[in-house]
């Protein structure tokens, strides 16, 4: 295997790594000329094996394959591309010889994104990792968004000892719940991360009050009823979190019109977001709170049911949330630490 070889200096951004795996070494000396030429760098492996154990630390952007390899063959190696976590979503460029449409299609039923025949012009290689260069650009761009998010939320439970992994729980919670309601996976998708960012107006809000004992005076609820206007505020500017602002400044919405910040009623609350209320709210009464203990599931239950009758809740989340076994709603580890306060005192 070579290392890198640095190419054309730039000063804007760090040119793209692209790993090229062929037993050939004309060919791997061909592939990482054109590479260069256009400011890419290049390390090339001549076998699966060696390649897929680059790929265990490697900051690869782009894999171009060789079909036909002796020992592992080219869809082999693609194959456990996408089975680690760690590559499962880079893209993989097959070279191949073969013209056989069924084999083609093979390829990328397995995983691959794109594919050139071989011979091929170097212009249509170089247009091909071009475009799955920008796909991994989006892909980065969107991992960096999620963990921005995941920061904020960990600085969010951090502001309350009380609702330590209160998100995390919300968030599983719902993904619960969608696949309870065989909800599609963009709607499971978007409630899992709705759930972890639903309180973050939370992080600019003043909540010194939140663990006093006894209830909160007027102003003090005024402040808190004031978080998911905050969190919309916050994310409103993120072009990436704009499916995400309904279920920030509405999971405190009730159907029957008695929720906040907006009195929505009815259908002006989405599917989603009434997933997240019903996650929210059975995550709250079911750990310990700073002025009451946590209650066994029968009990949350059967103040969801009391609120579906209020017409507060969706009764179809309701009934799914009911229809999970409260073994898997509870993941034990998350609640034994019953916030971070009685951890901090063990
Ligand atoms: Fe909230």
Sequence with gaps: MNAPIPSRPSLTAKPSLILVVDDESMHRKLVRTILMREGYEVTTCSSGEEALAYLTTGDV??????????????????????????????PVL???????V????????????????????????MAR?????????????????????????????????????????????AGLLAEQLSLDEDTYNLVKTGGLVHDIGKLVVDL????????????????MKSHPEAGARICAPLR?????LPLIRHHHERLNGKGYPDGLVEDQIPKPVRIISVADVYDALTTNRSYR??????????????????EAWDAEVVRAISEIDPAILAEDDMKEGKGLIEASKQ
Excluded: C
């Design 61 to 90: 952007d782009l894999v171009i394959l060789d079909n036909m390899m002796p020992g592992m063959t080219g869809p082999e190696i693609l194959v456990q591309i996408r089975s680690m976590p760690r590559t499962s979503h880079l």
């Design 94 to 100: 097959m070279v191949t010889a073969i013209k056989e």
């Design 102 to 125: 069924d084999e083609q299609v093979r390829v990328l039923d397995l995983g691959a994104n794109d594919f050139v025949h071989k011979p091929y012009d170097a212009k249509v290689l």
């Design 129 to 173: 990792v071009r475009s799955l260069v920008r796909l991994k650009k989006h892909i980065d761009e969107s991992e960096n968004f999620e963990n921005v998010l995941t920061s904020l939320t960990t600085a969010v439970e951090a502001k309350d000892a009380y609702t330590s992994g209160h998100s995390e729980r919300v968030a599983r919670i």
């Design 208 to 223: 010194s009050f939140i663990n006093k004992p006894g209830k909160l005076t007027a102003e003090e609820w005024e402040v």
């Design 240 to 244: 990436a979190a704009l499916s995400l």
């Design 293 to 310: 203990k946590a209650m066994p599931h029968e009990k949350a239950m059967s103040i969801l049911d009391k609120e579906v009758a209020d």
